[in-house]
């Protein structure tokens, strides 16, 4: 009997640990056009990401180092990086970025009205 119990204490403790840890964004992702790669770390709590590579005919207003999000916060209760800006083509954008498996995530930009949604891979 012990041990059954001693066994459900444990399995349930593995199952709560899992689930409480959030997704980690860092790495490097190839954007959803497959021109830049970009790389997402962690500075005081927040999450920004910058250009690390980009294609010979990629957009000509980027360079290499450029900071494209900044200031992501991970927010645990919707499992979702939010609070975010991104900057494309001279806009700052609202942005929010959501897991769809452990390679790819999708990013929600809103610039007022409009919204755009793109998906990154993981490389």
């Known amino acids: 009997m012990k041990k059954t119990?001693?066994?459900?204490?444990?399995s349930l403790?593995?199952?709560v640990t899992c689930y409480s840890q959030q997704e980690n964004i860092v790495g490097t992702y190839l954007t959803a056009n497959k021109k830049m790669k970009v790389e997402f770390?962690?500075?005081?709590?927040?999450?920004n990401a910058k250009v690390v590579w980009k294609a010979e005919d990629a957009d000509k207003d980027v360079n290499i180092g450029d900071i494209l999000i900044k200031d992501l916060a991970y927010n645990s209760k919707m499992?979702?990086?939010?609070?975010g800006t991104l900057t494309a083509k001279g806009r700052t954008l609202d942005c929010m970025i959501l897991f769809l498996n452990a390679n790819q995530i999708k990013i929600f930009m809103r610039y007022g009205f409009i919204k755009k949604e793109v998906i990154w891979t993981r490389v």
Do not use: C
Request: glycine share 4%; proline share 0%; hydrophobic share 40%.
């Open 41 to 47: 770390y962690q500075t005081n709590g927040q999450y």
């Open 13 to 15: 403790f593995f199952v």
């Open 79 to 83: 499992k979702q990086y939010d609070d």
């Open 5 to 10: 119990i001693s066994i459900i204490v444990i």
